[in-house]
């Protein structure tokens, strides 16, 4: 009942929703235990962050906050950078980040590989709930130039020594367009299969 009564005062504010809580409630209604997303100033100062952390958005695996700087909330690549903070909250929150760490762990020799694969699911997973907030279909090579998200953006507090990842701009388009196909089974590159994803996805 609670959760009925959660969709249907979502829907009621999303007609007149900004983009950030569009992809905000898609996200939420894809899947539980998700962060808020706190609008701030600046994203320097929260949870560890500083200068070197991505100054747009950023999520605090520690707090399960996603800090959003107010100033870019309109900016049209924001829908896309939000989802792929959730992205990578899909996969601490759902058991995914869990078995990636243990797989690095045990094979460090293979880090930026399994790294890379994780990076990939997150944009594939950001690619579904940008779909399922009903944005248009983007090709991230027409919002970015170069390749976003290559230094710190997620992890623990203190943000700042949290993963930098290098994968391409090209890789990070192909993967999020596989998202937005709307079939999170899809997420599924590498070894790193898509089962926690369907289980953790609500009807």
Same mark, same amino acid.
């Not at 800090?67 to 900016?75: C, E, G, T």
């Not at 790294?115 to 579904?128: P, S």
């Given at each position: 009942m609670l959760r009925w009564l959660m969709i249907v005062v979502l829907a009621a504010? @999303? &007609?007149g929703a900004d983009p950030v809580s569009q992809v905000t409630q898609a996200a939420h209604l894809a899947f539980d235990r998700l962060p808020d997303v706190r609008r701030v100033d600046q994203i320097a100062g929260h949870c560890g962050a500083d200068e070197t952390v991505n100054q747009t958005v950023a999520y605090c695996t520690t707090r399960n906050q996603i800090?959003?700087?107010? @100033? &870019?909330?309109?900016?049209p690549q924001t829908p896309y950078m939000l989802a792929h903070a959730f992205g990578h909250a899909v996969q601490v929150r759902h058991g995914v980040a869990d078995f990636a760490?243990?797989?690095i762990r045990q094979r460090r020799s293979e880090e930026a590989m399994l790294?890379?694969?994780?990076?990939?699911?997150?944009?594939?997973?950001?690619?579904?709930i940008v779909a399922r907030a009903e944005f248009a279909p983007t090709d991230l090579t027409s919002l970015f130039a170069d390749e976003p998200f290559t230094g710190s953006h997620w992890g623990r507090d203190p943000l700042h020594i949290g993963p930098e990842v290098s994968i391409g701009l090209a890789p990070r388009a192909e993967w999020f367009a596989i998202g937005q196909l709307g079939d999170l089974a899809a997420c599924a590159p590498g070894e790193f299969t898509s089962d926690l994803l369907l289980q953790a996805l609500n009807p």
């Open positions: 504010q @999303s &007609a800090f959003l700087r107010r @100033s &870019a909330q309109d900016d760490l243990a797989e790294r890379g694969l994780v990076t990939r699911q997150a944009e594939c997973i950001a690619g579904f």
